[in-house]
């Protein structure tokens, strides 16, 4: 009987050995695919998830339960008029034939890069080229995509407590080894951001290729100053190494002194690509858009040494691999940028910052240790006592019905530390500062 090409024969096949064993032979089953065994290295669940079970797994118990929700970082605001209008009347040029729109440009429509140049770029004196910015549908998948283009053996730093989509894409390409009993992955640097250094590490004295940085920081709070981003970009530089700087959260910054992107520092264009989100600034959490800002001046080097633009690299990576955000989507974020999106979407981040603010207070006149929740909507709080995050969250939801984010689900810092958002209606906030407050005097 004839074979299909790349098919087993139905005795069994010897297949090639695995990476890194060479030599080592297996006979595998002719039904069997071989999986990513870097996939298997991985915790046992995403965090978020994994709160997700067990709060559903005491609401089984616990059916008449009124939970509040502070945990994953979600919006539950509507779209602002603006926005809704923009969108509206996309829809309507849909069902038009001479306006109908079928795929769209990868990066983007100028449209609405035209927007974000003007508006986050060009107003705080700093100059991108249309080229330079890609637009996609989160900068979550943006972060865990943008590791493709590097070297397996690049060595990869990140902050600690981190956003776990940093660490996990990582894992998952093969830069790691497996975790130890605190959750840190041999291979990885981990940077300790502690109340020693006010969640602020300094750059690495060790060899290290890629650093992932996040300001407004998730989980912490903490926002980085023009002076912490000098030392990071002057590092870089001096190091050639490349920083992937996470912005996603900078429309929350309320001081007027602090860098709302990495490029305000001399420099930057040449060592950092920056992410930004319409998530949390706009309530786009359901609605998909973010964008990615790659200079052209930025280079990598090939096996040879010879420098390659990466700009080329994510170019050739988004364009085959994604087929553009929605035009609809693309008209509401250019709304964004409109006065009346800029006063409607200014409105609800000032809405949610108010509840960081009650929050901040209240707990902290409650004699727990607070840090964020001024240039960020995250409470980072000190458990009780050194507990558990786990134990905190657990006694959280028995005691209080109210759902958090265990620090310990963003690395070995993070433990007895937990991470509250201010994402949620005035009322239910308040009502959360009473539980806890309660449940914990």
């Known amino acids: 009987m004839d074979r299909l090409p790349g098919r087993a024969a139905q005795t069994g096949v010897i297949r090639s050995h695995p990476p890194g064993q060479p030599g080592k032979r297996s006979v595998c089953s002719p039904t069997v695919i071989r999986i990513n065994q870097h996939y298997r290295k991985l915790q046992a669940g995403y965090l978020f998830p994994e709160i ?46 001479d306006s109908f729109r079928g795929y769209g440009p990868e990066r983007g429509y100028d449209f609405l890069i035209d927007a974000i140049i003007e508006g986050d770029y060009t107003s705080r004196g700093i100059s991108i080229d249309r080229s330079e910015i890609f637009v996609s549908d989160g900068s979550k998948c943006d972060s865990g995509n943008i590791q493709e283009v590097f070297h397996r053996d690049v060595i990869v730093a990140v902050t600690d407590p981190v956003y776990p989509v940093y660490v996990d894409s990582n894992v998952m390409a093969g830069r790691t080894g497996r975790a130890n009993d605190q959750g840190q992955y041999d291979g990885l640097v981990y940077l300790p ?94 609605v998909r858009c973010a964008f990615t800002v790659v200079p052209r001046e930025l280079m990598g080097a090939d096996e040879n040494g010879d420098p390659v633009a990466i700009h080329s690299l994510w170019n050739r990576r988004h ?118 407050t309660t449940a914990f005097s």
């Open 52 to 97: 997700a079970r067990r709060v559903s797994g005491f609401l089984r118990d616990n059916p008449d339960a009124s939970l509040i929700k502070l945990g994953i970082g979600d919006v539950t605001e509507p779209l602002c008029p603006a926005i809704v209008t923009a969108m509206k009347r996309a829809v309507e040029e849909m069902s038009v034939r």
């Open 319 to 436: 364009s085959t691999k994604f087929n553009g955000a929605s035009y609809i989507v693309q008209r509401g974020a250019q709304a964004v940028y409109s006065a009346q999106g800029l006063e409607q979407t200014g409105a609800q981040i000032s809405f949610y910052m108010e509840n960081a603010r009650l929050l901040r207070e209240s707990l902290t006149n409650s004699g727990f240790t607070v840090y964020g929740g001024q240039h960020a909507p995250y409470i980072w709080l000190k458990t009780p006592n050194r507990m558990p995050s786990w134990e905190f969250f657990n006694q959280l939801l028995d005691r209080a019905q109210v759902v958090g984010t265990p620090g310990a689900g963003f690395g070995p810092s993070g433990e007895e530390f937990f991470r509250l958002s201010a994402f949620n209606s005035r009322n239910n906030v308040e009502e959360a500062i009473s539980r806890i």
């Open 193 to 286: 951001a502690t109340e020693a250094n006010d969640f602020a590490p300094p750059p690495p004295d060790q060899s290290v290729d890629l650093v992932y940085l996040c300001s407004p920081n998730n989980p912490t709070g903490t926002v980085a100053t023009r002076e912490y981003l000098r030392t990071w970009v002057e590092w870089a530089r001096q190091r050639g190494a490349l920083i992937i700087f996470d912005a996603a959260y900078e429309s929350f910054i309320t001081d007027p002194e602090l860098p709302h992107s990495i490029y305000e520092i001399d420099g930057a264009k040449s060592c950092a690509i920056e992410m930004r989100s319409f998530s949390k600034r706009a309530g786009f959490t359901g």
